[in-house]
């Protein structure tokens, strides 16, 4: 097999120049690629779990409890113990998350409008189609 034809090599390469782009877009807020996936399951949901968060982004607790500390630290989160439960932990986005939100949500459209440029627009609805098939798949 063609290296080109390899999924697993157009996966990473793609990923990586798409991952560099974000990362220099969301710079100027702080944050990273990982850092916005959090904020973005948190401006939809309001509160979540660190295990719902993992769960949404396809993570593994360990690795959103490390972005959550850097998060909790620049300000970006607050977590807090569930008085019901005090097994679980409640994770909400601070007032300074939610006034960048537009801005970063505005940088995250620069990113995909410029990862999809040379993409027709039915290729990038065959594209994202299929990524989602993947994601969803058991391997």
Known sequence: MELTECINYLLSVSQNKVFKHFSGLLEPFGLTPAQYGVLNCLWREGQLSPKQIAESMHLEATTVSGILDKMQ????????????????????????????????ESATTQMNQAALQNVSPSDRAALLRGLTAIVETEL
């Not at 620049?74 to 960048?100: H, L």
């Open 73 to 104: 630290k620049a300000g970006f989160i607050e977590r807090s113990i569930d008085p019901g439960n005090r097994r679980n932990v409640w994770v909400v986005a601070t007032p300074k998350a939610i006034s960048i939100r537009e801005q970063v």
